[in-house]
């Protein structure tokens, strides 16, 4: 078995082995690319990440920079919009689904080390994939790791550090990341704490 065959299983692997340095490097190439286009080019943003990514609905956009390690192994559902400073550790497999909002300086880390040191110092790591469903919006600074899966219509609060998995259509917040409430049909009606619409076509 390949060091990537291992990667993409989930187990234990050398990332310098069997060409995955080389893979990375194509990578950072097209992230060097969309991270330094031109404000005038940013129409060219979508078209970039759908060839960066591994998969895309229609509707794409990042606000640059972005990073990643690979590209191949990210999903994004349609109507996908990341803001500034997304960081995805994609050596185990980042599956996100439609209308995903991600607020600036999120983190997603699938990849790890062991805890021992003799371990860790093997050079050995792993990725764990991460699902999030669809309708979710993670809050900034958030950071996602590895092996979580995040439900549907659910809401990150700002600066949380989400371990364990969350349920669908619930607020959490913190660190550790804990569901406060759950998201109801009384909070159609707001758009910001206890602010409501004063429109009618939302």
Known sequence: MTQKERMLK????????DGLTEE???????????N??????????PAMLKELLGKTGETVFIEP??????????????????????TILDVGKVTIGKNAQ???????????????????NSGYEYGISI?????????GSTVILPGVTIGNNVVIGAGSVVSKDIPD???????????????TEEDRKYYFKDREFDVEDY
């Open 10 to 17: 989930e187990l234990p692997y050398k990332a310098w082995l």
């Open 24 to 34: 990375r490097e194509i990578c950072k190439q097209k992230v060097y690319e969309l």
């Open 36 to 45: 330094t286009l031109p404000p005038k080019e940013r129409e060219r943003i």
């Open 65 to 86: 920079p972005f990073h990643c390690d690979y590209g191949w192994n990210i999903e994004v559902g349609e109507n996908f919009f990341a803001n500034y400073n997304l």
């Open 102 to 120: 991600i607020a600036p300086n999120v983190s997603i880390y699938t990849a790890g080390h062991p805890i021992h040191p003799d371990s860790r």
């Open 131 to 139: 699902t999030i469903g669809d309708n979710v919006w993670i809050g």
């Open 169 to 183: 259509n619930k607020i959490a917040v913190g660190n550790p990341c804990r569901v406060i409430r759950e998201i």
